[in-house]
C-alpha cells in the first residue's frame, strides 16, 4: 500500500503560480506511471501530466508550456509547477501513482492523493 498526501494548493490571481506537492509514504517501484489530474465544478476528472519510470513526460495542450510535471527520487516526491495561471485552471488537483506489477497485459496498483483546491481568481 501506499499513501499518498498532497500539499501546495490556494488561491492565487490570475497570472500567478502554484507548485504542488505529493508525498508518497514509501519508494515508488519500478515501472511506473505518475500523473496529476484535475476535476472542474460539473465537470470530468481530467489528466493534466504524467511521467513514467523512465522519465517521459507529457502534459495536456491547455497546460503545455505553464504546468511543468517533476519528481524528486530521493524524497519520494511528486511535483506540479503551475506558471501563468489562468481562471480556467480552478479545479481540486490529484496525484496519481500507478506501481506496474504486470506489462503486457498492463497491470498495476493504483494510487490516489486527497485532493487539493487550486482557485484562480481576480
Known amino acids: 500500500q501506499v499513501q499518498l498526501m498532497e500539499s501546495g494548493g490556494g488561491f492565487v490571481q490570475p497570472g500567478g503560480s502554484l507548485r504542488l506537492s505529493c508525498a508518497a509514504s514509501?519508494?515508488?517501484?519500478?515501472?511506473?506511471?505518475m500523473s496529476w489530474y484535475r476535476q472542474a465544478p460539473e465537470k470530468e476528472r481530467e489528466l493534466v501530466a504524467m511521467l513514467t519510470s523512465d522519465y517521459k513526460t507529457s502534459h495536456v495542450d491547455s497546460v503545455k508550456g505553464r504546468f511543468t510535471i517533476s519528481r524528486d527520487n530521493a524524497e519520494n516526491t511528486l511535483y506540479l509547477q503551475m506558471n501563468s495561471l489562468k481562471p480556467d485552471d480552478t479545479a481540486v488537483y490529484y496525484c496519481?501513482?500507478?506501481?506496474?506489477?504486470?506489462?503486457?497485459?498492463?497491470?498495476?496498483?493504483?494510487?490516489w492523493g486527497q485532493g487539493t483546491q487550486d482557485t484562480v481568481s481576480s
Open positions: 514509501r519508494t515508488i517501484r519500478s515501472p511506473y506511471i
Open positions: 496519481n501513482i500507478r506501481e506496474i506489477w504486470h506489462l503486457t497485459p498492463m497491470r498495476f496498483n493504483e494510487y
